[in-house]
């Protein structure tokens, strides 16, 4: 499921009950942003995403669009990354991805890879282990390494993987790696060439 995580408390089980992983979008990190871009609210987002933690087992991940001169400050990133390892924990997948001008914000440039490149270090830095970009090409930034040895674990290059290195759900030095894995799938279509991760 693709969600923006503005859902009641009351609404949550029934919405999620046949979900078994879930991208949310974090549109921005201020109320300011969700209040004249989206005309909702920030705080029911987050408390989606604490109940997603604490409540569910579902499989989810984060993904902060960055728009420039919105919520694209390095400052927003850090808090952000805060909150998220204060009430999420360092395990749950984070991706800052690329804005294109579009619709009703055709006033606003695309987002530059390097605004990309300092919130993933940021989010590095600040301790979450799995931090990707996205909607550019970097293969670093989308590259899946230990959070042990720092090992390359699965090396993509847009929806291409050009390296597999797990076992099962552990690298090879025996750290167990968060995700939802299948290493007979996974190699096989390595093998064919061409692998579509759908949560991983």
Request: proline fraction near 6%; include cysteine.
């Amino acid at each position: 499921m693709v969600t923006a995580g503005y859902i009641t408390p009351e609404a949550r089980p029934e919405v999620f009950r046949y979900i078994d992983a879930a991208n949310v979008d974090l549109k921005a990190f201020t109320e300011r942003f969700y209040h004249k871009v989206t005309f909702s609210h920030l705080d029911p987002v987050l408390d989606t995403l604490r109940w997603l933690k604490h409540e569910t087992d579902i499989w989810f991940e984060i993904t902060n669009l960055m728009i420039p001169g919105e919520n694209d400050e390095a400052d927003e990133t850090r808090r952000l990354c805060d909150w998220v390892l204060k009430n999420l924990g360092d395990n749950v997948p984070l991706h800052f991805t690329a804005f294109h001008p579009d619709f009703k914000l055709m006033d606003k440039p695309k987002t530059p890879a390097a605004t990309l490149k300092r919130a993933r270090q940021i989010a590095l830095s600040a301790g979450i282990k799995y931090c990707y970009v996205g909607n550019v090409f970097d293969e670093e930034g989308q590259t899946t390494c230990c959070p042990s040895c720092h090992n390359v674990l699965i090396r993509r290059s847009w929806h291409d993987i050009l390296e597999y290195n797990l076992d099962g759900n552990r690298c090879p030095c025996g750290e167990t790696i968060q995700g939802i894995f299948s290493a007979s799938d996974s190699r096989r279509k390595l093998r064919q060439g061409r692998f579509y991760p759908s949560l991983v």
